[in-house]
């Protein structure tokens, strides 16, 4: 193999066709390192020391990392989930603050309500049934478990002379709710205004004491084992016109509200309702059939 020419070598040791300067001359007033990064534009590339060569770098997260200097060079945390904690930290709070509103902790499209507010002012239990058009749906067990409870925490009504027995203004009174726990609980309620109640917990039942008697006031639940929608209260207004009519349900909805006006219902009232509920509507009610 032919040796190059001292031509040939001249022209391999020049930095570039653009920078015709000898590569040792050049280091011999710069640096060798200077003269090696020179590029064809008479500019040096920037360089500096490797980032492994820093003082505290930290290869999970890719830089210079303080907690990696206090932890004695080891990330333990990154060790664990193979992801640098301060970069994970970051991006956590950087996504918190692009969020705004999380959708999903929402009740409803149409109801832009965050449920642990809702829960902070109302209980949880309400939010937890609440539906999207505003109205709470209890389960069937659920609410048992609430009449039992008010039932219990309910006193007995004390025993009330015969004086003030004969002079009470007496109202007639129907209540229609197949659950029997809460028709007794309005019944001792009711009993202590001196109203006197009659009770029936199924649609024979109801249907018998329509036939049989004019009522003041019929306290009606919709949901009866074998009712097939608004069929008690129709058989109320032909039967019974003169009778108010208040419906007491915990499947309460805009729809069947109207619909219940329409037959006559002088009032709703949404289950659980508390005592002082039943005795003011009831009252309400006697005083129109008055």
């Known amino acids: 193999e032919a040796s190059p020419t001292e031509q040939e070598r001249e022209a391999i040791n020049v930095i570039d066709i653009d920078s015709p300067f000898d590569t040792d001359e050049v280091a011999k007033y710069t640096d060798e390192d200077y003269a090696k990064s020179v590029s064809r534009s008479d500019i040096p590339i920037a360089g500096g020391p490797s980032p492994e060569l820093l003082e505290n770098y930290c290869e999970m997260g890719a830089m210079v990392c303080e907690i990696f200097a206090k932890v004695g060079g080891t990330c333990k945390g990154g060790m664990k989930t193979g992801k ?7 991006k956590r709070k950087a996504a918190k603050q692009k969020q705004g509103f999380d959708p999903n902790k929402l009740i409803g499209i149409d109801m832009p309500f965050d449920y ?3 829960a902070a002012i109302t209980g949880p239990e309400y939010v937890q049934y609440l539906d999207r058009d505003g109205y709470a749906f209890m389960p069937y067990e659920q609410l048992k478990k609430n009449a039992a409870r008010f039932l219990a925490t309910e006193p007995e009504p004390a025993p009330v002379s015969l004086e003030v027995v004969a002079g009470a203004v007496q109202h007639d009174i129907l209540v229609i709710e197949d659950e029997v726990a809460v028709n007794n609980n309005i019944r001792k309620i009711l009993a202590k ?4 109640v009659d009770q029936a917990v199924t649609k024979e039942e109801a249907l018998q004491k329509i036939d049989q008697r004019a009522y003041k006031l019929v306290l009606l639940d919709l949901k009866i084992p074998g009712v097939k929608g608004l069929e008690l209260l129709r058989a109320v207004r032909e039967k019974r016109p003169e009778s108010m009519v208040i419906i007491i349900t915990g499947y309460a909805s805009i729809e069947t509200a109207k619909e219940t006006a329409r037959l006559g219902a002088v009032a709703y009232l949404p289950k659980p309702f508390t005592p002082n509920e039943i005795r003011e509507v009831t009252e309400s009610a006697v005083q129109l059939a008055a």
């Open 84 to 90: 640098c904690p301060q970069i994970e930290a970051r």
């Open 116 to 118: 642990e507010e809702v």
């Open 193 to 196: 205004k001196g109203y006197q």
